[in-house]
Structure formats: C-alpha cells, structure tokens
C-alpha cells in the first residue's frame, strides 16, 4: 500500500494554545480520507499546515514523499480552502486561466482543461459570467475547478460543500467519487457527518486540537451491534439483567436502545425478555451510525 501524506508528532499551536498537537496520521493513496471534528477542533489547522501555508511547531510530515511545503510538492497537490475570495472583476474562465498559469499549465491544455472543469463543477455555459455575479455556492464550485486546474494527485477539501445547497452537496460527492476513480487521493476536511459517512474510506475524528479516533468506519464501529426494542411489561429485574449485557441502554415508554458488544448476545437478549413474561413486539439490529460513533468518541474522548 503506497503511501501519499504520513505525519508523526505534526503540531501546529498559536499563541492563545490553540492549534493541533501531536498528529500521527497515513493517507493511503487512491482513498477519500475524511477528516472530522466539531467546530473549532484544529481540522483547518491541520490541513493549512499540511498544504504548507502554516509552519509546524513540532513533528514532521511528507507529502507525496517530500518534506511540506516545497515548490515540488505544491506542483502535485491541489487545494480549496475553507474561506475562499476570488477576483469579483474577473470571469470563471479568466480565474481558471490565471491559476492554470500560476501552476504552469501548458496553454493548450487549460484551453481545453478550462471548459471541461467548468461543465464537471456544475458550471458549464456560465464561464463568460463575472465573479460579482455569481453566488457564494457558484463561487466554491468555481473555487473546486481550480483547484484541479493542474491535474493534481492529491486534492486537500476543507469544507468544500459549506455553501452548496443540497443538489450541490450531492453533485460536490459525486465528483469526489469519480476523482477517487480516476486514481486521485482526497483529503476531505468537513464537518458534516453524512458527508464524510458517505464517500470516505478512511476517517480520522479530531477533538480539542488532538486525534481522537482513526480507521474505517467499521474499524471505528468496532464489533458492536445497536438493538432498537419495543417491549411491554418488562420487569426491573430483566431491565437489570440487560444492562450488564450491555455497553449502553436507553429507554423511553416501551421503546428501548441496547448497544451491545457482539451479534452474539442479540438471541441471548431476546430470550431473556420472554422468558421473563415481558412481550417483544420489535426487535431491530443495525450498525451504529456516524453521528452516535461520532458523539460517542467526542463526549468520551476517544475509543
């Protein structure tokens, strides 16, 4: 498995004591990996440093083998930030035209790379618009194509959906999916969970500036199993008996939720609710979702 970001001890802390500290990560190459964390948890810290606008204070990393921030990593990345402002006097196709240049794209090719970003984004016939006319959501549309505009290996999205309406976030993941097909890495920086829940392969949780959890969704579920109940006359005892088995229960009215260590205990479960007399009416099992792992794992700091 080929490697493309790795870092180790990476910490980035400004002087109010923010930041993120001791980051130990591998990105493999060709996966969407998602980084998740609530609202001020250090992901577009991390990511500004791993673009190379910010300077560690500790640790080290490399990008697609090479030390971060180097002209030769910067020629192989792309990157859309969380806080994006473009030239408003300029047009989509005039932006497009002045990055690819920027990073040094043959003119024949942004001539024909240009419109063709252009149509992938959702803004196909509107590239002869000025900036000043478009929405913040045609502007980060805009600001993705740009982002590409180089053909890049490694892609860097830090929120790239906050201003999209839900057609726009769907379209936004289904072009994640498609660069993920044509072999490209992308970083995904969000903190929408069924964003991250429904393109990422790999998924590392940051709290309080630190890693918390990383791995696959399932790696983080683990094994266990979430019961959803509908029980009537269950006695004290038998509620008892269920609690030891599980990690987790909640009850209101004859609805219940047991989060249990393995599929294993799900017949034991039933068996001692009517063994007890007590009348099971439901009995659902799933898999816990992003948002319980993703609470569960902030409010306990960690798995």
Known sequence: ????????????QYRSGAGCFGIDLQVPKGCV?????PNGAGKSTLVKTLVGLLTPTAGRATVLGEPLGTVA??????YLPENFRYQPWMTG?????FHARLRHVPAEIARRRIPELLELVGLGGKGHQRIKSYSKGMQQRLGL????????ELIFLDEPTSALDPVGRRHTRELIVHLREQGKTIFL???????IESVCDQIAVLSGGRLIAKGSLDELRGIQVVLDLRVTGMSTAVRTELSKLAVGLTQV???MTLVLREPGDIPVVARLITDSGARLYELVPRSRDLEELFFDLVQNGGC
């Open 33 to 37: 990996f998602g980084l998740l964390g």
């Open 253 to 255: 009215g004859d609805r």
């Open 93 to 97: 196709v005039e932006l497009l035209d």
């Open 145 to 152: 194509a740009a982002a590409l505009i180089a053909d890049p």
């Open 189 to 195: 920086n969000s903190h929408l969970l069924g964003e």
């Open 73 to 78: 990593v910067r020629k192989r990345i792309g």
């Open 1 to 12: 498995m080929e490697i493309v970001l790795e870092t180790k001890g990476l910490t980035k």
